[in-house]
């Protein structure tokens, strides 16, 4: 009685709130816990944002129930969720067939030797994996990581090269950026909590920060997860939604190898960045492309434009942003 009375009463004193403060009224709808003065905001996750109405979505089927009149970015979205699930598979021709597409591509083909028996070979880590087996460096992000680092390799060479060339671990340092993009995306946030995904970006101090400056992050977060499905609409086929997905891990990818370049003007060759620096670069690239998505680009291409126009990526994490 009195205690459902009070908590819908500060359900509408926030959405009032909410809306007041630009919040996108079809989509942003929030979850709520505990009565009175322990009902919490419960920031929403991308699936929340495409059906207002799945407080708690157990199924995909359910998912598809209240989608309303945009189902096509609940199955696009679900394609991500279950290609960062799907562990690499020896046995299935599609999955070898993949690794196979990435050794031929990323080597050259004057260097190229055969593929390695049995997958395991020195030559993976010349492309930046941490040991002689990709499939075990691909468990946090599944075959939707291996699909990003092809496409790395595929589209962007020079940016591999970047990386191989400043000691960077290219293909590990691209599985980052994708488990990145699904926890501050929320893509899968129920996934994310049962196999341990952790934000490589993180900052140490993170619960140290003014609630004001977390709760305008969220509100940038917010407004990139809307952005993000929004282009998700367009997709018709699953490679279309992987294709997108893998071209957002590009962009990010770019903007930190240019956090790289900007951290080695300030400290000179003396003391140029290296691998024990890359938290710092991703930190910065995860910050510039959560506000990128935030400024709302309609496209790809708009977005890639936009990131072009960036002066100076790095972040300086005094000025706070988490």
């Given at each position: 009685g009195r205690a459902a009375d009070r908590l819908r009463a500060v359900q509408d004193r926030c959405v009032r709130r909410r809306a007041g403060h630009g919040f996108p009224e079809d989509g942003a709808r929030s979850r709520w816990c505990g009565l009175g003065r322990l009902a919490r905001r419960v920031q929403p996750s991308c699936v929340d944002l495409c059906c207002p109405s799945a407080s708690t979505p157990v199924a995909p089927a359910s998912w598809d129930a209240v989608a309303g009149d945009s189902p096509n970015r609940i199955r696009q979205l679900m394609v991500l969720v279950d290609r960062s699930k799907m562990a690499f598979d020896p046995n299935?021709?599609?999955?070898?067939?993949k690794l196979v597409s990435l050794w031929d591509t990323a080597k050259p083909a004057a260097?190229?030797?055969?593929?390695?028996?049995?997958?395991?070979?020195?030559?993976?880590?010349?492309?930046?994996?941490?040991?002689?087996?990709?499939?075990?460096?691909?468990?946090?992000?599944?075959m939707l990581g291996l699909d990003c680092i092809h496409e790395l390799f595929a589209k962007r060479p020079e940016v591999a090269n970047d990386f191989a060339n400043n000691d960077l671990l290219c293909?590990?340092?691209?599985?980052?950026?994708?488990?990145?993009?699904?926890?501050?995306?929320?893509?899968?946030?129920?996934?994310?909590?049962?196999?341990?995904?952790?934000?490589?970006?993180?900052r140490s101090d993170k619960s140290k920060l003014p609630k004001r400056i977390v709760s305008r992050y969220r509100a940038v977060q917010l407004e990139a997860m809307q952005t993000f499905l929004n282009m998700?609409?367009?997709?018709a086929t699953e490679a279309s939604t992987i294709s997108l997905f893998a071209g957002l891990v590009l962009v990010?990818?770019?903007?930190?190898?240019?956090?790289?370049?900007?951290?080695?003007?300030?400290?000179?060759?003396?003391?140029k960045p290296n691998l024990l620096d890359f938290r710092e670069l991703l930190y910065s690239a995860r910050v510039q492309i959560m506000h990128l998505l935030a400024a709302g680009p309609r496209s790809m291409r708009a977005l890639q434009s936009n990131a072009k126009s960036i002066e100076t990526v790095l972040v300086d994490e005094s000025e706070r942003i988490p």
């Open positions: 299935t021709s599609d999955h070898v067939a260097e190229r030797p055969n593929f390695p028996k049995e997958r395991r070979s020195r030559g993976w880590a010349e492309l930046g994996f941490q040991g002689t087996d990709p499939a075990t460096d691909l468990r946090g992000t599944g293909a590990t340092a691209c599985i980052n950026v994708v488990q990145m993009l699904l926890v501050h995306l929320r893509i899968d946030e129920a996934s994310h909590r049962e196999r341990q995904l952790v934000d490589p970006s993180s998700l609409e367009g997709c990010a990818m770019q903007l930190t190898m240019r956090a790289w370049c900007d951290l080695y003007q300030l400290r000179g060759e003396e003391n």
